[in-house]
Each structure stands twice: as C-alpha cells, then as structure tokens.
C-alpha cells in the first residue's frame, strides 16, 4: 500500500514564521519546497488543501509516462505566473467545457427566440427579427459561450455610432441575450461590456430640418409615393408623432381639425389638433389616407431626400449626401419652427401631448430657428398653392 503524502506544519523560529514542507513527489516544481505563512492556523490550512488535491489525484499520480510528467511540467511553469495549480487549471477547463456543452449556436438560439416572441406585436417583432439576422450573419455559428462583448459591439452598435436604429438593435440584442442566459445557455453578465453608443437618446442636442430639406422631402413624396405627403405634413405642420399617424384613419383627419385619440396617441390620452394655413394647404391637395408598407416607402423618400436610409424599395438608391437622419427630425422641426412663429408653449404643449411643465419645449426649441426661416418654412406649398400666413400658425 503506497505510503500516505506527509505534510509537516512545524514552526520556523527564526523567521517567526510557519511552513508546510512539500516534498517534490506533489509540488508544482517537482522539487522539495517550504511554504511559508504567518500564523499555524493558515500553514494548517494550506496543509489540508493540498492533501485534498493528491486525494483526488491519486496517491498514485507520481508514477506516470515520461511524456505526461514533461507536460505537465510545462504546464506549470506557463501556470506559474498567474499562481493556478495544474489541478485548479484542469477545474477551470472542466467547467469551460460544461458551458459549452450546454450551450448552442447562436443562430439556433436566435431562432428560438423569435419563435418565443411570436405572440409579440408586429412592430416589436419585427425589430426583433432584424436585430437576430444581424447578429446570425456575424456570429451565427458560434457557441453563445464562446461569444465576447466586443463581437457584439461591433455587430449591433459599433464605438461611434448613434441613432435611433443603433440604439434599436442594442435594447433587443440584449433582450436576446437574457433570455439564453435564462436557458443556460450563456452568461448573462458578458452584455456588461457593451457600451452603451454615445448620443442619440442620450444627448440633450436635437436637430432639425433646415427649410429646404423639409421642401424637398415634400417634392420627393409628391413625385414618387404621393400617398406619403399628407403623412409628412401631419408631422412637419403639426408635430404629430410618426408612430401616431401610423395609427390615424382617415376620418381622423378632416377640415375641422385632427381627432387623435386615446387609441391613437402615444400617452392613451386624446389631443384635437386645429390645422393651420400650411397645413391645410398641403391636406386639401392631399387628402390623407391611411398608407400601406409605410415603413419601406417613408425610407425610400428619406434616400432619395438624400438621408443615408435603407430601403427594399429602391434597386439602385442614390447616394447618401446629407448623412444619418436625425432622430424624431421631422416633430422637432415642427416645434422649432412653430416657436420661432409665435406659437405659444402652452399650445405646444398640449398637441405634442406632453404633460408637466413648459421647461422642456423651452429648453429644446427656443431659439432653435429665426423668425426669417419660421416664415419660410410655413411658406412651404403644394405646387401651385401660395400660402398667405396669418400673425401665428396656431
């Protein structure tokens, strides 16, 4: 029967220290060592660890090939530096590896995903359906394990970028990623190293259209997708959010006035909007219906605007001079037009169906246009049309 290992604590008295000799049979050096400690009750504790790891090892571990005691060798001398014994290695691959075998490819994942959010709302699908095929075409034959935050950085919000879009694929790649770490499928703690893109949603900075983006867009919509321009005027003369018009149906919106809603509007509480001269100009030229494939031909009049937006619709776009499209560009515009006319915040206030204080609009649109460019832009016509303005567009 082989002789059990002995680990001797005995008390060093000149150094005042403990130490626990390791015989060469068991340590990592494969030489005779002392390890030293300030009190017994450590240099105990050390003793009864390694009697633990050559318990689990076997007391018959020394008699191994040549070839495996040099790897091993080898192996723990490029262990050395970072204090990790060949054992705690050996457990730290153990666990890698259960990871991994209870992981799954990341485009199987995805798939189930989407089938899991199914009974979820058109629109929110949708994101969600182009968020997984960016991170599929990247990333989709790999082990969600083996995945880093970089890789998802630079798949859905790259450092630089910014914008509603971006913003869009980072909430839902992290969506995904939380439900396969609720699987067991991967760490829910790698999303921690996503940055979060600077700008957008968090930078206080608007932008708005000048004068003549906001007229050609409107000539574009005219010449291409003329269904489109009373959609774009309810929101360049009104400030009507997009999401809202989307939502509109025709009887909504008539001479007297825009009717939103509880159903229709964002906050679930009903607004009644008085159209001015601008806009009924551009409503009576163009009577609003509700528009079909809205999404892709409001992306097709954007590129051909100018703005860098894709769209399925359009084979070969023309290039994109004027950059990324500012978020919310077209209600912002609206607001600091509308202010720079003469329209009071308090009116404001009540059709962007905002609730509080006057402090954020004055924060955000005053002084935001000049009253020169606030006459021009509601000046803007359907072809044909001259527009006489009153003293305020309210």
């Given amino acids: ?45 050390h ?31 490029i262990l050395a530096p970072w204090g990790i ?17 209870n992981s799954c490819l990341l485009l199987v994942a995805a798939d189930a995903w989407l089938l899991a959010c199914e009974s979820l709302r058109p629109r929110t699908l949708g994101g969600y359906t182009q968020t997984a095929d960016k991170l599929k075409n ?62 957008g949603r968090d930078s206080d900075e608007i932008q708005i259209l000048t004068v003549e983006q906001a007229k050609k867009l409107l000539e574009v919509a005219a010449q291409h997708y003329p269904q489109a321009v009373p959609h774009y005027a309810l929101q360049l003369f009104a400030g009507i959010r ?32 008085t159209p001015n001269e601008t806009l009924s100009a551009w409503l009576t030229a163009y009577p ?7 999404r892709e031909i409001d992306n097709a009049c954007r590129r051909l605007t100018g703005w860098a937006v894709e769209s399925r619709l359009l084979k070969e776009p023309p290039a994109a001079t004027l950059g990324a499209w500012p978020q919310n560009a077209l209600r912002h515009s609206h607001a600091s037009y509308a202010v720079a006319f003469g329209v009071k915040l308090e009116t404001l206030l009540f059709e962007f169906g905002h609730s509080g204080n006057q402090n954020l609009l004055r924060q955000h649109y005053v002084g935001r246009a000049s009253k020169k460019d606030a006459l021009s832009y509601y000046s803007i016509a359907p072809e044909g049309v001259k527009i006489k303005l009153v003293k305020s567009v309210a």
Avoid: Y
């Fill in 138 to 199: 990247a990333l989709g034959n790999s082990l969600l394990t083996a995945i880093t935050a970089a890789q998802i950085q630079d798949t859905v919000c790259p450092l630089g970028s910014s914008g509603a879009a971006v913003e869009g694929h980072l909430r839902n790649a992290k969506a995904f990623w939380r439900w396969c770490a609720k699987k067991g499928w991967c760490d829910a703690d790698v999303f921690n190293g996503v940055e979060i893109p600077k700008g």
């Fill in 85 to 101: 014994s060949l054992v705690e290695a050996a457990r730290m691959v153990d666990e890698i590896r259960k990871a991994q075998s």
């Fill in 242 to 273: 997009a999401e809202e018009v989307k939502r509109l149906d025709a009887e909504h919106v008539t001479a007297d006035g825009i009717e939103l809603s509880a159903g229709v509007t964002k906050k679930g509480r009903r607004r009644h909007i």
């Fill in 1 to 45: 029967m082989p002789r059990q290992t002995q680990l001797a604590v005995t008390e060093d008295k000149k150094r005042g220290r403990f130490k626990v000799d390791v015989p060469a049979s068991i340590s990592e050096s494969g030489k005779r060592e002392r390890h030293f400690f300030k009190n017994i009750t450590a240099a105990k504790a």
């Fill in 47 to 77: 003793a009864l660890k390694l009697k633990k790891e050559v318990k689990e090892v076997g007391q018959g571990a020394t008699i191994i090939k040549p070839a495996l005691a040099e790897s091993a060798q080898r192996a723990a001398e």
């Fill in 288 to 294: 609003f219906r509700p528009c079909d494939n809205w």
